[in-house]
């Protein structure tokens, strides 16, 4: 099993634990699993339930006869509920309705019958694994936990995919380990009561997009209001991202409603045309009891800053990593302000907007006012006529558009018209990926493509299922970072009972070129001031990454100096420091090597954090 190397500490609200059935056999197994700092949860038995870390306020237990409940994470549900949950329990499909019902982001175990069930969120923020261990089936929240006990190392098909550009559902979700497997978001895992057979068995559902703005709006406000009340109730010190943007203006005015005391965080921008302050500004007029900390942007770290220095224990290579010491530059002065818990806005842009693909099918079922609304938005993004035609026109089912994918991988990055209209962007591979990454990576889409479904018929729905889990997959990793660091984080957008709110709502209501964000905007009316709830921009970060690219090229440079994936065949490490050298080089500010850098930081930290397994 991995032992955390030396500098690796887990902070505090870093959960993550294994489960065990209630048997002997599977008690040897967990009794690996127990490290030095480790805490373990049994089964009335006495036998080890669950094993791992976590901080005594994100875990609520209950037991009653056979029946036993955990959840780890953020809820506001008690003990007492919990066990009165507990003793009504007779089947593990009434755990679906439970996990239907409250509010918060979490994991959920039971167990009934020697039986153990295991599940995480909708969003993809909370994910569970599943892997044979000596003949005993074992769930965690972490893949590498499981591999390290396996004594496995990486799939190297796994680590070709994960080279695309973007990787498309279902790749992404996959363990990188082949006897590892990742559990889907809106499933569960059951393992019987015989300790080996196991089941994935589907507890949520999207809803379908159907509901009218008016009628949604109590349910999306008070969805939102009972995610920040979840983690600002008990009172405290509680720091909040304030950029002058909507999704975290209105987490900052739904927390200062708290018990907590807030502290609002405000990094501007580099770029002179950056208008995060003078928002921010605006919205601390109406906020007198907040403390507002402005950071200094010059002093705020670029992207691609420190990419040598990253030593998380991360389960999987994530594109977080360039913007890794942005996020964490400063939560040590908010934790040295009192702060518990910082709030993100994040997850705003993927549940208060949708994606245009919804026009596709609305095009054939309302075409006129589809035709309408199609002008506005080639206005506003620029779409070309003759691409937005073809966009349109493409009614490919997904497997058949994943095969296409696959044998285009060289091709030009594909168009932002083609991407907004169709099933997603395009997966693209690069110069410096070679051409045995290439036949990994075309292996495994051809065949995800046999047997791949959509995560919804409607490509609308479908592409903002995917962006919502390939989007809380990055805040996985920062969350353990962040904790990590000292001061977690939690992203009240991304709890399910908000995405099911917003995904609710018809997606003409949703997206639209004539508003900005009219969901979130019309549930905060009455919460957040009419001056704060009018701006329609949103601050970008270019001039940071170029700036990073420019200035991190000695880094750049380190890295491919004796890389990992180069050792494997995978890239063309010559290639990549030609590049390094070349930071200006025509193409490098759209983000491409991303997923490229993302995996060559994952290989070196996976290296540094290995010991022997026990």
Not at 183 to 207: E, L, S
Not at 242 to 257: H, M, N, P
Not at 406 to 418: I, K, N, Q, T
Not at 559 to 574: C, F, K, Q
Request: net charge neutral; proline share 7%; glycine share 6%.
């Amino acid at each position: 099993m991995t032992v955390p190397h030396e500098s690796a500490r887990v902070g505090p609200g870093d959960a993550y634990f294994a489960v065990f059935t209630d048997r002997a056999d599977a008690a040897a197994v967990a009794h690996a699993f127990a490290r030095p700092g480790t805490q373990t949860l049994t089964h009335p038995s006495g036998r080890p339930w669950l094993v791992g870390r976590w901080r005594d306020d994100e875990m609520v237990t209950a037991h009653v006869g056979d029946a036993s409940l955990a959840i780890v994470g953020f809820c506001p549900v008690g003990a007492a509920e919990l066990r009165r949950r507990a003793s009504r329990l007779r089947d593990f499909t009434e755990i679906d309705a439970l996990a239907r019902s409250l509010p918060g982001s979490f994991h959920l175990v039971a167990a009934l019958d020697r039986r153990v069930r295991t599940q995480g969120t909708a969003s993809g923020l909370r994910l569970v694994f599943h892997a044979e261990i000596d003949g005993v089936r074992v769930a965690s929240t972490r893949a590498d936990t499981l591999a390290a006990a396996l004594g496995h190392d990486p799939d190297v098909e796994e680590l070709a995919v994960r080279l695309l550009w973007p990787a498309p559902y279902p790749l992404f979700e996959t363990s990188l380990w082949r006897a590892v497997t990742a559990v889907p978001p809106q499933d569960a895992v059951v393992v019987a009561a015989d300790g080996r057979t196991v089941r994935h068995t589907r507890w949520w559902t999207p809803p379908e997009p159907v509901q009218p703005l008016a009628e949604a709006v109590p349910v999306i406000r008070a969805a939102l209001e009972e995610a920040v009340a979840t983690r600002t109730r008990q009172g405290g010190v509680v720091s909040c991202d304030l950029s002058g943007g909507l999704d975290s203006t209105s987490v900052c005015f739904l927390a200062a409603r708290s018990p907590a005391r807030l502290v609002a965080s405000t990094w501007p921008g580099r770029d002179p045309a950056d208008t995060d302050l003078h928002w921010a500004q605006q919205a601390v007029k109406h906020l007198p009891d907040v403390e507002h900390v402005v950071w200094a942007a010059d002093a705020s770290p670029l992207v691609y800053d420190d990419l040598l220095g990253v030593d998380d224990l991360l389960d999987e290579p994530t594109i977080g990593v360039m913007d890794r010491s942005r996020v964490l530059h400063h939560l040590p002065g908010l934790a040295a302000r009192g702060s518990r818990l910082h709030l993100t806005g994040i997850g705003g842009d993927h549940v208060a907007w949708c994606s245009e693909a919804y026009y596709h099918r609305l095009l054939r079922t309302r075409p006129l006012f589809a035709l309408r609304q199609l002008r506005g938005l080639r206005a506003l993004w620029q779409w070309p006529l003759a691409g937005a035609v073809h966009a349109l026109a493409d009614s490919r089912p997904y497997g058949r558009w994943l095969a296409d994918a696959a044998r285009d991988l060289r091709a030009p990055s594909p168009s932002p018209v083609a991407t907004g209209l169709g099933w997603g962007m395009a997966p693209r591979l690069f110069d410096w990926v070679t051409p045995q990454a290439e036949r990994l990576a075309r292996k495994a889409l051809l065949k995800a493509a046999m047997t791949a479904e959509p995560l919804h018929p409607d490509r609308g729905l479908h592409s903002d299922l995917e962006q919502i889990r390939s989007c809380s997959r990055v805040i996985r990793q920062w969350d353990g970072m962040a904790a990590r660091a000292g001061l977690p984080m939690a992203s009240p957008f991304l709890d399910d009972r908000v995405i099911e709110a917003c995904l609710a709502v018809r997606p003409d209501d949703r997206v639209t070129p004539w508003r900005y964000k009219p969901v979130l905007s019309e549930a905060m009316r009455g919460i957040v001031p009419d001056v704060c709830l009018r701006r329609s921009t949103k601050a970008t970060a270019s001039m940071d990454a170029s700036n990073g690219l420019r200035e991190n090229r000695a880094d750049l440079l380190a890295l491919w100096e004796d890389s990992r994936l180069e050792e494997l065949g995978l890239v063309d490490g010559a290639a990549l420091r030609h590049l390094a050298r070349r930071p200006a080089s025509p193409g490098l500010s759209d983000a491409i090597l991303y997923t490229t850098i993302a995996a060559e930081v994952w290989l070196r930290g996976l290296t540094c954090s290995r010991a022997p397994a026990p």
